[in-house]
């Protein structure tokens, strides 16, 4: 991949990193709910790092960096996207929060099969895998709050 093609790349992963945490502290705003309000918070943090840790790659050695892999329960794939509105309920809102991190995984992924050298190819598996974790985190808590009977 040439530099200049990576570059392109990375500030549109960074658009979306900000697109991401954005989202997330406008969700923390708005919901009542004090443990959704922190995990909406822990989120917006979240992708702060991950645009912070993007701006400084070209500057750091992408193979020295480990991220491990987190469990794709694959709910969010099913469930239809709500629209955003200042009226949203909370489950609406993880909702929206499985699929931006579904889409920024999805995106990660496809950047990963893309690339032409090892080292692109590693930094852009282990950012996928991060927003896989984040998913798994959200879709958690959207299947104990969506399906509180199974308790």
Known sequence: MKTEDAKKIIATAIDREVEAYTFYRSVSDKV???ALKSLFDEL???EKKHRE???GFLAKDASKMKFTAG???KVGNEIPSPKLTVDMK???GLVIAIKKELEAMQMYTQFANAAADVETQ???TQLANME???KARLEDIYT???FPEVW
């Open 122 to 124: 590693l930094l852009f």
């Open 53 to 55: 840790f993007l701006q």
């Open 71 to 73: 469990h794709d329960y």
């Open 44 to 46: 917006a943090g979240e």
């Open 144 to 146: 104990n709050m969506a």
């Open 90 to 92: 909370p489950l609406e």
């Open 32 to 34: 009542k709910d004090k």
């Open 132 to 134: 896989r974790g984040h």
